[in-house]
């Protein structure tokens, strides 16, 4: 990918998840500066070379990107202290969730090219999946640009309308959780039963990650036909899908996302 200095106001869960994505594939740490005020942050950064720095301003002055990944309650806040700083010649990548594009460039001096993504936590360990936006007048090289930056650690895609945000995040930024909630629930059953810590995680995690591949290796095979090859009739797996679906698992991951995605679109109001 293009080699550009890259700084990230927000050294978080995210920020670490994508600098430390973005290092393996052999992007030059010197390139990268992270900016937080919290001190403890530093040497997690500057013991893999990258940079770090408490001053917002002088670093995105210096940068050709600016990542925003602080959270969205802070956006106005942060943005605005950053309004001496001439935003024409740059590229603003921003991952926070519901933070509209109109509402990032209301608070930036010319910043007119601005691409939102919802990345997840996953880009770690280079198996990201980040949804993307951008408006029309914002160029190709840009586009590709934050594109490549996230196919670094993981997959991408874009959408065409900004309101679809709210949706991908339900998708893409939260659903890592819903996955651990489900491994966790696993995992206690697990150890209700008698197993220990270690075999249940073992158990759990395996038994994700042959299903996880399994989708992935076989793009053309349903779902729910992978589930049926699991399944024989009258068996141990139909007994335990039996009282998902008695318990309607369908709804509730549907209320679930539904839930996700209104509060996306509270937060927009809100912050
Ligand atoms: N954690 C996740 O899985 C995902 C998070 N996001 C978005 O990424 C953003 C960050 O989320 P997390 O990393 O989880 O939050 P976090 O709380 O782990 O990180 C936010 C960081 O911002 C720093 N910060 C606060 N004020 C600052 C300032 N004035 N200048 C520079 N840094 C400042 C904090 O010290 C903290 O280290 C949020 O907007 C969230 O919506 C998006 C997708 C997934
Ligand atoms: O929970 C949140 O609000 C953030 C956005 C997506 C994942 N984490």
């Given at each position: 990918?293009?080699?550009?200095?890259?700084?990230?106001?927000?050294?978080?869960?995210?920020?670490?998840?994508i600098?430390?994505?973005?290092?393996?594939?052999?992007?030059?740490?010197?390139?990268?500066?992270?900016?937080d005020?919290?001190?403890?942050?530093?040497?997690?950064?500057?013991?893999?070379?990258?940079?770090?720095?408490?001053?917002?301003?002088t670093?995105?002055?210096?940068?050709?990107?600016?990542?925003?990944?602080?959270k969205?309650?802070?956006?106005?806040?942060?943005?605005?202290?950053?309004s001496?700083?001439?935003?024409?010649?740059?590229?603003?990548?921003?991952?926070?969730?519901?933070?509209?594009?109109?509402k990032?460039?209301?608070?930036?001096?010319?910043?007119?090219?601005?691409?939102?993504?919802?990345?997840?936590?996953?880009?770690?360990?280079?198996?990201?999946?980040s949804?993307?936006?951008?408006?029309?007048?914002?160029?190709?090289?840009?586009?590709?640009?934050a594109?490549?930056?996230?196919?670094?650690?993981?997959?991408?895609?874009?959408?065409?309308?900004?309101s679809?945000?709210?949706?991908v995040?339900?998708?893409s930024?939260?659903?890592?959780a819903?996955?651990f909630?489900?491994?966790?629930?696993?995992?206690?059953?697990?150890?209700?039963?008698?197993?220990?810590?270690?075999?249940?995680?073992?158990?759990?995690?395996?038994?994700?990650?042959?299903a996880?591949?399994?989708?992935?290796?076989?793009?053309?095979?349903?779902?729910?036909?992978?589930?049926?090859?699991?399944?024989?009739?009258g068996?141990?797996?139909?007994?335990?899908?039996?009282?998902?679906?008695?318990?309607?698992?369908?709804?509730?991951?549907?209320?679930a996302?539904?839930a996700?995605?209104?509060?996306?679109?509270?937060?927009?109001?809100?912050?």
């Open positions: 990918m293009q080699q550009k200095s890259i700084c990230f106001i927000g050294g978080g869960n995210m920020a670490q998840a600098v430390f994505g973005l290092l393996k594939t052999g992007y030059p740490a010197n390139l990268i500066t992270v900016c005020p919290n001190e403890d942050k530093r040497s997690l950064f500057t013991e893999k070379k990258v940079l770090f720095s408490t001053d917002n301003q670093t995105v002055e210096k940068s050709d990107v600016m990542v925003l990944a602080v969205p309650q802070v956006a106005s806040d942060v943005c605005s202290a950053l001496a700083v001439d935003f024409s010649e740059k590229l603003v990548i921003s991952i926070m969730a519901a933070i509209s594009v109109e990032i460039t209301a608070l930036l001096f010319h910043a007119d090219n601005i691409v939102r993504v919802m990345p997840n936590t996953p880009a770690l360990v280079s198996t990201g999946m949804g993307l936006f951008a408006r029309a007048n914002v160029s190709m090289e840009y586009k590709q640009f594109e490549s930056l996230l196919q670094a650690v993981g997959q991408t895609c874009w959408v065409e309308n900004e679809d945000m709210h949706t995040t339900a998708a930024g939260s659903s890592p819903y996955f909630l489900f491994m966790e629930a696993m995992q206690q059953s697990l150890l209700n039963m008698g197993l220990t810590v270690q075999q249940a995680r073992l158990l759990v995690q395996q038994s994700a990650l042959g996880a591949k399994m989708v992935v290796e076989n793009p053309t095979v349903e779902l729910a036909t992978l589930r049926q090859n699991v399944t024989s009739k068996g141990t797996t139909a007994a335990a899908l039996n009282v998902f679906n008695e318990k309607q698992l369908a709804q509730i991951v549907e209320q996302m539904l996700c995605v209104e509060r996306s679109k509270e937060m927009e109001k809100l912050f």
